[in-house]
């Protein structure tokens, strides 16, 4: 059976109206499965217990002893999962992802991340009708983000980008982030859930992020030569 993750959304109406409002209808696709209104949720009270499933897979229902539970988003949903048998990178992937590198997260599992070499883009024209790549709309930001990490590794080489990073632990976290909900249904509730991302794994994924394993800098590069020249 696949590991897979567990919603309670307290209270409600209509159940697809219910998962919009709650926040989860970029988690929760057409596929997803609910036995009904039930009263056997985290807060013991009436709401939509949902999951996504594998076909024919049985539902796995409200079991406070063997599953962790948390409160999200303001109390909006709850989020569940089996204690023995979390969800992983191989149940939670979107099949449209584009993805490049495998990272080891805080889990021991590598989760897949995209690179600036393979988020989509398509050809635009600007004013005067000259022609340019543009990148899809939902992978702008970490495009930008991106190409900001690459403008550091060239200028200041693979040591400074490494100070560079770990001077901004908030604001990379917050791209690993956005790099894991991309490629994976999740967001930050389902990846704290998950113990996803550490320092290393942070660190990791933003050199991901520029293809660092293909390609080098001038910067190191120049001191190389420099130390060859030296001897």
Known sequence: MMGCFLYFIPRGGLVLDDIAAAGLDDRV?????SPGRTIHGPEQIE???????????PFPGYNAEKQTWRKCAGGAYWLGFATDSPPGPEDLIRPEAAVAWGVKMGDGKKWLVPSQKVMPKYWDVDGDGEAFKKSRPEYTALSEKAGALYDVFVEQGFD????????RAPEMRDTAIEALRLTYRVT???IAALGL???TAVGVTMLALIDSQEISSPADEAKKKEGSDGG
């Open 188 to 190: 930050k509730y389902e």
């Open 197 to 199: 991302l550490d320092d």
């Open 160 to 167: 400074g980008l490494l100070e560079w990073i770990s001077k």
């Open 29 to 33: 696709s057409e596929g997803f499965t």
């Open 47 to 57: 709401g939509w217990l949902i999951a996504m499933l594998g076909k024919d897979e």
